[in-house]
């Protein structure tokens, strides 16, 4: 080519560090509020497919999934619209996955803030299901503006008992716990003993939507009651893990 092809608005729709984008779908959703949203589906060369919505100012990334491993090249993306799957291949693999999964969230809150055109929160079933073909006041959703005050539900400290994870490690060894979000925008805060960590003491990782907190070294005074907060938007959901040595 002679010249550079040009974003048509001047600028990428989106940038992700440390990515080598290979391959590009684009499927178009109609939400509860009638509008049609445009879905990115972005495979990597490290074997990991992005899903964006496209929101025209900016994109919001979905969710990351990992669909390779070893890591390798994603060479193809197929949509099978009518299926509502999508197929990526590479050179030595094929896989099959459903263009939404949603009923990994869990909550209403983690359903709405997720702002995937493909899912809304029934009330009538609590849990996040498929929207597509539904209507009803039951349904809730809200893609642009992700607005969590339609669920009416508990905030922060309301959200009943934890069931602990009992981590037990030996002494002078490495003290790993992990923490799920339901949310790609979500940040892991971790509390030990009920006070806030400091970030000095702790390595935190970072995998798709896991978090790790790494304690290198752990000894005695490393014993005791660990909780992380997911926390986005103002609205928490807290898992909570005892180490022992």
Known sequence: MDEPVLPQRGRPLLLKKDSNFTQLVVDRVAGLDGAVYEVLFVGTG???????LNLGSHVHLVEELQVFEPAQPVESLVLAGRKKLLFAGSRLQVAQLPVADCGRYQSCADCVLARDPYCAWSRNGSRCVRSDGLNGSHLVQDVLGSDTRACAMPLVGTQGAI??????????????????????????LWTFEGRALPAQQALVLHDGHLRALVVPGAGAQHSGTYRCVAEERGLSSRKGLRSGL
């Open 46 to 52: 490290d074997g990991w497919v992005h899903k964006a």
């Open 163 to 188: 069931t602990p994870k009992n981590v037990t490690v030996a002494a002078g060894t490495d003290l790993v716990l992990t923490c799920r979000l339901g949310s790609n925008l979500a940040q892991a």
